[in-house]
């Protein structure tokens, strides 16, 4: 998958930034369809039991009934959430953008901008025998879902890395390598990013 990235714009808080974008595929993926069904079948067996539970406490009317109610609720909720998401992610992976000021991605965990000037580190880590490019950073970054606070030190803990873009599902991942090498490297090569 050694495909050139495109040249183009990405936007960031509303505003449009030129980029190089190599685009995420899961054509690298071996038994892609089996592992979303690994993960399907026990939502789909937890939504049954929860659905039974409902349907279950629904004809008591006391107070403990009303607050198991709310939980069950909920835990549907979480688990057509969590559908939604693998379903979404399957369909259209998301794209890592390189731009002048630093490394941004777009997956099924949000967006991730990770500024230049906070990386301290970048190399290849292997984990679960997937190779990945990996950065360390000084600082959690301001672009980043909520919870990325309490998983970077979590994901520093179990790979020593802050955050990792796997290379096997990055159209054109060796360039992207280079690229990522270069800049963080040398501060020079990132003017000629895009």
Not at 57 to 86: C, H, N
Not at 117 to 131: M, P, Q, R
Not at 139 to 155: G, V
């Amino acid at each position: 998958m050694n495909t050139p990235p495109e040249h183009g714009t990405v936007q960031i808080d509303g505003v449009p930034r030129s980029a190089l974008i190599f685009p995420l595929t899961l054509d690298g993926l071996r038994r892609k369809r089996l592992g979303l069904a690994i993960w399907f079948v026990p939502l789909i067996a937890f939504g049954l039991i929860y659905a039974f539970l409902l349907l279950r406490i629904g004809t008591y009317p006391d107070t403990t009934s009303q607050i198991l109610r709310i939980f069950v609720l909920a835990m549907e909720g979480l688990f057509i959430a969590i559908a939604v998401w693998l379903i979404r992610t399957y369909r259209k992976p998301g794209f890592v953008a390189l731009l002048r000021e630093g490394v941004y991605s777009r997956t099924g965990i949000g967006p991730v901008f990770v500024p230049w000037d906070t990386i301290t580190k970048a190399g290849i880590h292997k984990y679960a025998g997937v190779v990945s490019l990996a950065l360390r950073t000084n600082t959690t970054p301001r672009h980043a879902p909520f919870w990325m606070a309490a998983n970077r030190p979590l994901q520093r803990r179990l790979t020593a890395w802050d955050f990792s873009y796997p290379l096997m599902v990055i159209r054109g991942g060796a360039e992207f390598e280079r690229v990522v090498q270069l800049c963080v490297g040398d501060p020079l090569e990132r003017a000629k990013v895009v």
